[in-house]
């Protein structure tokens, strides 16, 4: 069955850095698209980044853009997101998110909680 | 990026009612539109995509319908566990845009 773990989720302080990863089993993860969704704290969800199956694009939201960089390691069947010049509005559950071209998001991570404050 | 948006944001409903949201988006979209499910503390959970097709394991009570720019979730006959919020997402162009969501309460 498919599986997707997150993890490295944390309390940082404002203009340090973070990296995620998202643990995938039980698909060919190096035939699909991943996602990186978040979600503030009582808010709705927000798509930040995905790369395609090879690594070979990569799209971003405007409000990470510059700021977060994903990545994958097919190798390891993983999944990064390396979030960097943090800021007090990243803070939120991050999903990680398996996409299909015609079905979207069909499988999600159970989240990682990155908490911004001083 | 296209804006997507559902109405109503919330409301209140019992057991066994037919339940309508819907979402509407900023431009066309074709049928590139999927629905989703989360309850407090869940992941997401998809139950249609393509506007229309009902996801592998998602109760029949579901459907999903519309094209372009106007589309519907409708839950036939809401049960105890439908009680949640519910996003739709176009998958159509980046940056995928979701709904901001309609919480289906008890009432």
């Known amino acids: 069955q498919v599986q997707l773990v997150e993890s490295g989720g944390g309390v940082v302080q404002p203009g340090r850095s973070l990296r995620l990863s998202c643990a995938a089993s039980?698909?060919?993860?190096?035939?699909?698209?991943m996602h990186w969704v978040r979600q503030a704290p009582g808010k709705g969800l927000e798509w930040v980044a995905v790369?395609?199956?090879?690594?070979?694009?990569?799209y971003y939201a405007d409000s990470v853009k510059g700021r977060f960089t994903i990545s994958r390691d097919n190798s390891k069947n993983t999944l990064y997101l390396q979030m960097n010049s943090l800021r007090v509005e990243d803070t939120a559950v991050y999903y990680c998110?398996?996409?299909?071209?015609?079905?979207?998001?069909?499988?999600w991570g159970q989240g990682t909680l990155v908490t911004v404050s001083s | 990026a296209i804006r997507m948006t559902q109405s109503p944001s919330s409301f209140s409903a019992s057991t066994g009612d037919r339940v309508t949201i819907t979402c509407r988006a900023s431009q066309g979209l074709s049928s590139y539109l999927a629905w989703y499910q989360q309850k407090p503390g869940k992941a997401p959970k998809l139950l249609i995509y393509a506007a229309s097709t009902l996801q592998s394991g998602v109760p029949s009570r579901f459907s999903g319908s519309g094209s372009g720019t106007d589309f519907t979730l409708t839950i036939s006959c809401l049960q105890s566990e439908d009680f949640a919020t519910y996003y739709c997402?176009?998958?159509?162009?980046?940056?995928?845009?979701f709904g901001q969501g309609t919480k289906v309460e008890i009432k």
């Open positions: 790369i395609w199956y090879d690594g070979t694009n990569k």
């Open positions: 998110a398996k996409d299909t071209a015609a079905t979207a998001f069909d499988y």
């Open positions: 039980g698909f060919t993860f190096s035939s699909y698209g």
């Open positions: 997402q176009q998958y159509y162009t980046y940056p995928r845009t």
